[in-house]
């Protein structure tokens, strides 16, 4: 009843698009996060030195992460064929010995 797992370059793409488009919403969400955490944060400090700090470290935290996620994108991005053939030939065995038993 369930779909079958084809290893070809269709199913590749799809997955491929799919990681991208989670990655994009880690990052949005991210910044969709941090943003308002620091507002918030800016308004509770009491100096402008607290207020430079938390700026720094709210600002080098989501450049770092949001550079992991690029660093990601393009692993992804150059070695889509063999990380996602090998994913899909490895579901495909999974399934095919799940179904064996």
């Known amino acids: 009843m369930s779909k079958?797992?084809?290893?070809?370059?269709?199913s590749i793409r799809s997955m491929y698009r799919r990681?991208?488009?989670?990655?994009?919403v880690f990052a949005a969400g991210l910044w969709c996060t941090l943003v308002p955490v620091m507002t918030a944060?800016?308004?509770?400090?009491?100096?402008g030195t607290v207020k430079g700090l938390v700026m720094f470290v709210a600002l080098i935290s989501g450049a770092a992460l949001t550079w992991g996620m690029l660093a990601v994108f393009f692993h992804l991005r150059r070695n889509?064929?063999?990380i996602y053939r090998e994913d899909l030939e490895n579901?495909?065995?999974l399934k095919k010995d799940t179904e064996e038993k």
């Open 4 to 10: 079958k797992i084809v290893v070809d370059e269709k």
């Open 91 to 93: 579901l495909a065995a």
């Open 41 to 47: 944060v800016l308004g509770l400090a009491p100096s």
């Open 19 to 24: 990681d991208c488009l989670l990655l994009a």
């Open 80 to 82: 889509r064929d063999e």
